[in-house]
């Protein structure tokens, strides 16, 4: 079950950093089918997904995967950084809704790569929203996003027909 059964050929310099689009939704168990680090389907129980603005260099994913021999465990904590531009009371008011709910979410890079975040729990961690104004009138302004979730593999990435499938689900924003 542990055995690598395959290697990691040699990339083009043609990647970029960064991510493009958030999507969150309400989580439950067994959204996804999860095959060999893919997500193979959406699964009939997630209905509703809603697309949450992120724009510029301050969203990031970081995921490190901590496998401890000695205690025969492994944990991948995936922590979610997202900016959110200006600040209104509905955005608040949904913002805040995502911190106390329990929320999973897929986030599209800017290769076009969606990584599932959140799939066997949530972000079961901790979410802090904190409102900034900046001080300078080139500062950000908004809302800066921390979702904390833990997982026992990396982020697995949605396959061609998932991707399609999740983004049906997406409802217009109002």
């Not at 168990?29 to 699964?43: K, L, M, R, S, W």
């Not at 900034?132 to 800066?144: L, M, P, Q, S, W």
Request: aromatic share 8%; glycine share 12%; with cysteine.
């Amino acid at each position: 079950m542990c055995d690598i059964t395959n290697g990691i050929d040699k990339r083009c310099n043609s990647g970029q950093g960064g991510n493009a689009e958030l999507y969150l939704f309400n989580f439950e168990p067994d959204q996804f089918t999860i095959v060999d680090g893919e997500a193979t389907a959406v699964n009939a129980n997630l209905t509703e997904v809603w697309s949450f603005y992120i724009k510029g260099d301050g969203n990031t994913l970081s995921a490190p995967l901590l496998v401890d021999a000695k205690l025969g465990s492994s944990v991948c904590t995936q922590t979610l950084v997202a900016q959110f531009n200006g600040t209104s009371a509905p955005k608040s008011n949904q913002l805040t809704m995502a911190a106390q709910g329990h929320a999973g979410a897929v986030l599209k890079d800017r290769d076009g790569n969606y990584h599932l975040l959140g799939h066997e729990v949530g972000f079961n961690v901790s979410t802090t929203i904190e409102e900034v104004t900046g001080g300078a009138r080139g500062d950000f302004y908004g809302y800066n996003g921390t979702f904390i979730g833990e997982t026992k593999i990396l982020p697995p990435k949605l396959d061609a027909a998932t991707a399609t499938a999740f983004l049906a689900l997406v409802v217009a924003n109002s």
